[in-house]
T-cell receptor, first 114, second 113 residues
Framework: DGGITQSPKYLFRKEGQNVTLSCEQN?????MYWYRQDPGQGLRLIYY???????QKGDIAEGYSVSREKKESFPLTVTSAQKNPTAFYLC?????????????FGPGTRLTVT | AQSVAQPEDQVNVAEGNPLTVKCTYS??????LFWYVQYPNRGLQFLLK??????LVKGSYGFEAEFNKSQTSFHLKKPSALVSDSALYFC???????????FGAGTRLFVKA
């Protein structure tokens, strides 16, 4: 089955620790995205990548970092510089740079930092 | 700047009745409009999109949406609601010259049996 996987589903960390969220897709999609979802705020774009070895900051990139070394993988690191990291994180992909494409979402990772 | 508004935090409807979830948008160019649905603790699932052409777009699970350029709206509709339609619905927009998609805050649909 083709799709996007995110792991783990739930993640707990202590304040001050960096944590990396995994996102893998086997849809052969060029573009990948990371969103943060908070109650009542919809989805906010953290980073996106249109092609391997290239990525751009979204609207709320501060305190986050990404890499895109392989087409299938787009891991997100939440660093200790992110002031309010507790949230639901969603990874998505789309077939290419075409603006008509819808996005395909993974199941999400719920991160809790205490 | 692009923006999307979903004016209702929650919509309540009885099973079997028609439902409407409202969405208005603002973009500088031609709008590309999308609806997604999210079930609890899950990712979003694509329902339908408007790119060009017929203003009435049909999508998954019996949903449809009507694009109204003069009112800058893209309301989601279904003729007969099911209890299983209860979920969080997101409207999203991308303008013809941009790459980013902007999502609305979401509308929670509750269908009562």
């Amino acid at each position: 089955d083709g799709g996007i996987t995110q792991s783990p589903k739930y993640l707990f960390r202590k304040e001050g620790q960096n944590v990396t969220l995994s996102c893998e897709q086997n849809l052969n999609h060029d573009a990948m995205y990371w969103y943060r979802q908070d109650p009542g705020q919809g989805l906010r774009l953290i980073y996106y990548s249109q092609i391997v070895n290239d990525f751009q900051k979204g609207d709320i990139a501060e305190g986050y970092s990404v890499s895109r070394e392989k087409k299938e993988s787009f891991p997100l690191t939440v660093t200790s510089a992110q002031k309010n990291p507790t949230a639901f994180y969603l990874c998505a992909s789309s077939p290419g740079q075409g603006r008509t494409y819808e996005q395909y979402f993974g199941p999400g990772t719920r991160l809790t930092v205490t | 700047a692009q923006s999307v508004a979903q004016p209702e935090d929650q919509v309540n409807v009885a099973e079997g009745n028609p439902l409407t979830v409202k969405c208005t948008y603002s973009v500088s160019g031609n709008p590309y409009l999308f609806w997604y649905v999210q079930y609890p603790n899950r990712g979003l699932q694509f329902l339908l999109k408007y790119i060009t052409g017929d203003n009435l777009v049909k999508g998954s699970y019996g949903f449809e949406a009507e694009f109204n350029k003069s009112q800058t709206s893209f309301h989601l509709k279904k003729p007969s609601a099911l209890v299983s339609d209860s979920a969080l619905y997101f409207c999203a927009v991308r303008d013809g010259g941009g790459f980013k998609t902007i999502f609305g805050a979401g509308t929670r649909l509750f269908v009562k049996a």
